[in-house]
C-alpha cells in the first residue's frame, strides 16, 4: 500500500489498492475482495464498498481475512467521502496488530484526520494524542491538534499547546492572541501582542500595543511623549495633528533638535504644510528653528548651572537634546552622570530615555543593556521592552 498522504487541510489524500498478504484466505472471500481491489483502483470506491459487503456474509472470517477485507474497505470508504466506515475500518486495521511500525502512524494520523473531516472532534482528539504520542515531534499533527482545540471551543487546551510551542507562526500567535480576547486575559493578550510585534512588525500590532501601553492603569502621562517616539519610529504618524502634538512634546521637554526633525518628517510625507493651517505649520517649524539655535548658545551655561546643582532632569534633558542635535558623546555623558544620581522625578524613564538615546547613537548593545534595566508599572517598562523589540529587529 502507498504511503497515505495526510495533511491538516486534507487528512487523507487516499490509499492504494492492497495486495494479498502471504497468509491464504479463502475463495470465498478473496474472489469479492480482489474485485474490490480492481473497483477502488478505477475510482469507482462506491461500487468497491459494495462488493466488500459480500465478504461481510461470510462467517468464521480469520484474523488476517479481517485485515484484508478492513484495509480495502479503509482505503476505499475514505476515498468515497463515506467517514463512518472509513473510520471503523482504520480503527480496525490499526488494532489489528499487523501493521508494520513504520506505517502504523500514517493510519493513526490518517484516521484522526477522517474524525476532524467528520468534525467528530472528540474522537479527533483521542487519535491526534495517539499520534503524538507515538511522534511527539511531529509538528503536523500538532498543529491539527490546536486547531481541533479551538474549533471545538477548547480554548484553554489551544492555549497550553499554544504557548508551548517554540518559533510559533503568525497565524499561531494570532489564534492565541484571539484565545486570550475571549478569556478576557488582558495581560497574556498584550505577551502575545508584543512576540507579534516583534517577530512579524507589522503597523496594526504596533498601533494596538501602544494603544494598550498608553491606557494602562497608572500610565504616566509623561511618558507620551515616548509612545509618540515608537509610533514615529513605527511610520505610524500620519495625521497633522499627531506631528504637531509630538512636536510641541518635543519643545517642551527641551529637545528643540528632535522637534525640528519631527516637523521636517511631517512635511516630507505631506502632512504638514498643506492645507488651511500651512501657515500654522511654518510658524511651528519657524519656533523650533529659533528655540534650537537659542539652546546651542545657552547649552553651555545652562549645563554648568545643572551641573551644580546636581539637577538629574535637567542633565538628562539636555543630553538627550545633544544626542537628537548630534552630539552623542557629549548628550550620552550628561545622560549617564543624570542616572548615576537617581535624583529624577522618574528615574526608572530617565534610564528609558538613556536607551532610547544609545539606540540613536548606534550604541546598540549599550542601549539594550540599559533598557533591560528599567522597572515600574507606570509605562516606562512596557517602553523599554518595545524599543528593545525595536532593536532586536533592525
Known amino acids: 500500500m502507498a504511503a497515505i498522504g495526510f495533511t491538516a487541510a486534507a487528512p487523507l489524500a487516499g490509499l492504494s489498492s492492497v495486495a494479498y498478504a502471504a497468509e491464504a484466505v479463502r475463495a470465498e472471500i478473496g474472489k469479492p475482495l480482489q474485485e474490490a481491489q480492481k473497483l477502488a483502483a478505477a475510482g ?107 474549533i471545538s471551543g477548547k480554548y484553554a487546551e489551544a492555549a497550553k499547546e499554544l504557548q508551548g510551542t517554540k518559533g510559533a507562526s503568525e497565524a499561531s500567535l494570532q489564534m492565541l492572541a484571539n484565545i486570550q480576547l475571549k478569556q478576557n486575559d488582558k495581560e497574556g493578550y498584550v505577551q502575545t501582542l508584543e512576540k507579534l510585534a516583534g517577530a512579524y512588525p507589522k503597523s496594526s500590532y504596533w498601533a494596538d500595543l501602544l494603544n494598550r501601553v498608553s491606557g494602562k492603569p497608572g500610565f504616566a502621562s509623561s511618558l507620551s511623549l515616548d509612545v509618540l517616539r515608537l509610533r514615529l519610529a513605527n511610520g505610524l504618524l500620519t495625521k497633522p495633528s499627531e506631528f504637531m502634538e509630538m512636536s510641541q512634546l518635543a519643545l517642551q521637554a527641551g529637545n528643540a533638535a528632535e522637534a525640528v526633525k519631527i516637523i521636517d518628517q511631517g512635511y516630507k510625507k505631506g502632512a504638514l504644510g498643506t492645507g488651511s493651517d500651512a501657515s500654522r505649520h511654518q510658524r511651528l517649524k519657524d519656533l523650533a528653528a529659533k528655540t534650537q539655535t537659542e539652546f546651542e548658545a545657552k547649552q553651555a551655561a545652562a549645563e554648568a548651572e545643572a551641573v551644580k546643582a546636581k539637577d538629574a532632569d535637567a542633565l538628562s534633558n539636555m543630553g538627550f537634546a545633544l544626542v537628537t542635535a548630534g552630539k552623542a558623546d557629549k548628550g550620552l555623558a550628561l545622560m549617564e552622570q543624570a542616572v548615576k544620581l537617581d535624583s529624577a522625578r522618574n528615574p526608572e524613564a530617565a534610564k528609558l530615555h538613556l536607551g532610547i538615546a544609545q539606540s540613536i547613537a548606534g550604541k546598540k548593545a549599550a542601549a539594550l543593556t540599559t533598557l533591560k534595566s528599567v522597572k515600574g508599572k507606570d509605562g516606562a517598562a512596557d517602553l523599554a521592552r518595545y524599543w528593545t523589540l525595536n532593536l532586536n529587529r533592525s
Open 44 to 150: 469507482k470506491n462506491k461500487e468497491a464498498l459494495a462488493k466488500l459487503k459480500e465478504t461481510d456474509a461470510v462467517g468464521g472470517k480469520s484474523p488476517n481475512e479481517i485485515y484484508m477485507i478492513e484495509r480495502t474497505r479503509a482505503s476505499a470508504a475514505a476515498a468515497a467521502g463515506d467517514n463512518d466506515a472509513a473510520a471503523k475500518a482504520f480503527e480496525t486495521v490499526i488494532n489489528s496488530g499487523k501493521l508494520a511500525p513504520a506505517e502504523a502512524p500514517k493510519f493513526t494520523q490518517a484516521l484522526a484526520g477522517i474524525y476532524y473531516r467528520a468534525k467528530d472532534y472528540p474522537k479527533a482528539i483521542t487519535w491526534i494524542q495517539r499520534a503524538l504520542k507515538d511522534n511527539p515531534g511531529d509538528a503536523q499533527m500538532h498543529e491539527l491538534l490546536i486547531q481541533t482545540y479551538y
